[in-house]
């Protein structure tokens, strides 16, 4: 089975061997950083729409992590288009974090189709160092498919546990690897090389649920699913929640 996913990943550096080398040069990155958000902003409403019912759920229980002001604080790490906004509960104070600026517009259109949110303020940052954000500062920090391309998400939770009050949540849903014994978890193999480029470092194999369990948190609440989606590779899903 390795020799065989050995030679279909060949295949595959062949196949897009023009991606390969704008990368070598130092211009894909360029390129992808640019191109994504394009392609996110619709993407992202048909992962609403697919995932509406999932999402709803994992949004519903948001205000009951508001502080003693009643008001919730929340942080969306890796919040790309705003794809979440119209799930958080009315009078949410929300930050943004995302290392790429050019997110900036989608959100801020997002931001108008939600009136009932106050954006508190837009940090161009990755998640990895968060040092804008004073520790115990948020009620909620909210991440969803973004584990899967983080450069280190034990950092990334690190950080999640420092600006989270004591009580305070953080809610995911990520995109996961398969069972490694299906087919679709051999194919999340082979085409996870090419995928981490095309699509801005997303990881095809990360398995997410093992660094949330070794996080830290006083409790973990997390389900594994396979989500309605159209796209196979990234059908497998977990959700839910830990608490500081």
Same mark, same amino acid.
């Given at each position: 089975m390795a020799l065989a996913i050995f030679i279909l990943q060949l295949v595959v550096y062949i196949v897009t061997f023009p991606m390969y080398f704008l990368h070598f040069l130092g211009l894909w990155s360029w390129i992808c950083k640019r191109w994504f958000p394009y392609f996110l902003s619709r993407f992202s409403v048909m992962y609403n729409t697919q995932m509406a019912s999932r999402k709803q759920e994992l949004f519903s229980h948001l205000q009951e992590f508001a502080g003693p002001s009643g008001k919730l604080s929340l942080l969306e790490l890796g919040c790309g288009t705003g794809t979440n906004f119209k799930f958080y509960p009315p009078g949410c104070r929300v930050t943004c974090i995302d290392p790429n600026p050019n997110f900036e517009r989608f959100l801020f259109k997002s931001l108008a189709e939600s009136r009932h949110l106050q954006l508190e303020r837009f940090v161009v940052a990755a998640g990895e160092d968060m040092r804008e954000v004073a520790d115990g500062s948020v009620d909620v920090v909210v991440c969803t498919l973004v584990l899967c391309s983080v450069r280190n998400p034990e950092q990334i939770l690190r950080e999640v546990r420092r600006v989270l009050r004591p009580g305070g949540a953080f809610c995911f849903m990520e995109h996961v690897a398969d069972e490694r014994s299906t087919w679709?978890?051999?194919?999340?193999?082979?085409?996870?090389? #090419?995928? =981490?480029?095309?699509?801005?470092?997303?990881?095809?194999?990360?398995?997410?649920?093992? %660094? *949330?369990? $070794? #996080?830290? =948190?006083?409790?973990?609440?997390?389900?594994?699913?396979?989500?309605?989606?159209?796209? %196979? *590779?990234? $059908?497998?899903?977990?959700?839910?929640?830990?608490?500081?």
């Open positions: 679709n978890y051999f194919w999340q193999q082979v085409l996870d090389p #090419a995928w =981490f480029l095309l699509f801005d470092g997303c990881k095809l194999t990360r398995e997410s649920w093992k %660094t *949330l369990e $070794r #996080a830290g =948190f006083s409790k973990l609440k997390l389900q594994h699913v396979q989500a309605p989606l159209s796209w %196979t *590779l990234v $059908r497998p899903h977990i959700y839910g929640y830990a608490v500081k």
